[in-house]
Structures are given as structure tokens and as C-alpha cells.
């Protein structure tokens, strides 16, 4: 691992740089481009404008974007450096999308890979339960609820609902009995035969 207190030649502004503005490269003998962060994001812009005007399509010009900052691709936002995640193969070390964008995504795909729904769907199902538990009745409905055998999906719950019906095994029994006891009927088994119990009527 090249100690952060080196420098490097960047073969593009011929600059003596720290390592660390240098993004990674496997196929290179010190693990780092050639080039710094800097120039390869240059060049990446021009490259890309270069290909766009080919094209015939039009070229977005960029915001004037402060030092420290970058305009986020999806959202489009200029934000801070500290709402990235870093991506040392990056050209300027940080991810393409900003922090609050990937966390969307992440939710996106969460939703899509567990439950086969996208975010409209979900948020179909919270408005036909008018955004409340349909166990409780009470609690913002928040967690989709699924079969574990079947993997078809039931409902949306609370978080307390949620993990109640998961800590009962997802066994409708269990779940009666369980409020049967609230109800005050506790669940008394009668022996029938050496190891058979029966429920009550």
C-alpha cells in the first residue's frame, strides 16, 4: 500500500502530487493512474463533451461548483464533499450519485430484490390501508410483511406488529392463542394419551 506521503509525476499537469491524488489502478505497477484525480476528470469532461457534439445531442453545461463540492448526476444538486461516499477508483475519489441519492436507490432495490414491488406499489398499498398498520390500527405502516414460504406479500406493517408476528413463527395458531390469552381463555391442553395433548373446543 503506497504510504500517503509520497508523491507522484501526473503525466498530464506534470505536477509532483500526493499518492492520494491519484485514483487507483490494478494494472499499474504502483496501483495508481498516471494521471491525477484532476486531469482525468478533465479530460473525462472533455471527452465526453467531445463525444456529445459528435452525436449531434446537446451538452449540458456544468454549474460553477465551489472547491470542495460536487453536482450530483442524479439529482443534480451541488453539494459538500462530506454528502459522498468515497470510491477510490473514481476520478476525483467519490461516487457518481450523492449520499441521499444512493440511500433512494438502496431502498429501490431492497424493495424490488425482498418483495418483487417498486416504490409506487408500496406506497399503493399504505394509501389502501390509509397509511396505518392493519394489525394494530395505530402506527404508521412502514415495514412490508411477507410469507417466508410462499414470499407473497401480505401486507405493510408497523415495526411492533412486524416483529411480533415474526417472534410467534408466523403461525397462525400461536397467534390465536395468543389472544386468547389476552381474552382471558388461556390455552389448557387435555392428555389424551402419552404424549397427545388436545385443544380445547
Same mark, same amino acid.
Given at each position: 500500500?503506497?504510504? *500517503? ?20 489502478? +490494478?494494472? +499499474? ?11 482525468? &476528470?478533465?479530460y473525462?469532461? &472533455? ?12 451538452? +449540458?453545461?456544468?454549474?460553477?461548483? *465551489?472547491?470542495?463540492? !460536487? ?25 457518481? +450519485? ?6 433512494? !436507490?438502496?431502498r429501490?432495490?431492497?424493495? !424490488? ?13 399504505? &394509501? ?7 394489525? =394494530?390500527?395505530?402506527?404508521?405502516? %412502514? ?17 411492533? =406488529? ?8 408466523d403461525?397462525?395458531?400461536? %397467534?390465536?392463542r ?15 394419551? *402419552? ?7
Amino acid at each position: 500500500m503506497s504510504d *500517503p506521503l509520497e508523491v507522484k509525476r501526473c503525466t498530464g499537469c506534470e505536477r509532483d502530487l500526493p499518492v492520494a491524488s491519484f485514483a487507483t489502478d +490494478r494494472n +499499474r505497477r504502483d496501483g495508481l493512474q498516471v494521471r491525477c484525480r484532476g486531469c482525468v &476528470a478533465e479530460y473525462s469532461a &472533455a471527452h465526453y463533451r467531445r463525444r456529445r457534439e459528435a452525436l449531434g445531442k446537446t451538452v +449540458r453545461e456544468q454549474a460553477d461548483i *465551489p472547491a470542495g463540492h !460536487k453536482q450530483c448526476r442524479t439529482c443534480g444538486e451541488v453539494k459538500p464533499h462530506s454528502e459522498w461516499h468515497r470510491n477510490s477508483s473514481a476520478s476525483d475519489g467519490l461516487s457518481t +450519485r450523492c449520499k441521499a441519492c444512493r440511500a433512494v !436507490k438502496g431502498r429501490e432495490d431492497h424493495l !424490488k430484490r425482498n418483495y418483487g414491488l417498486t416504490e409506487a406499489e408500496r406506497d399503493e398499498m399504505v &394509501a389502501s390501508q390509509m397509511g396505518l398498520c392493519v394489525i =394494530c390500527l395505530k402506527a404508521p405502516a %412502514v415495514h412490508v410483511d411477507h410469507c417466508h414460504e410462499t414470499g407473497r406479500v401480505r401486507g405493510v406493517l408497523c415495526f411492533n =406488529c412486524n416483529s411480533a408476528i415474526g417472534k410467534l413463527g408466523d403461525d397462525p395458531d400461536a %397467534v390465536r392463542r395468543a389472544a386468547a390469552y389476552l381474552e382471558g381463555t388461556s390455552w389448557k391442553p387435555t392428555l389424551v394419551a *402419552p404424549g397427545v395433548y388436545q385443544l380445547p373446543s
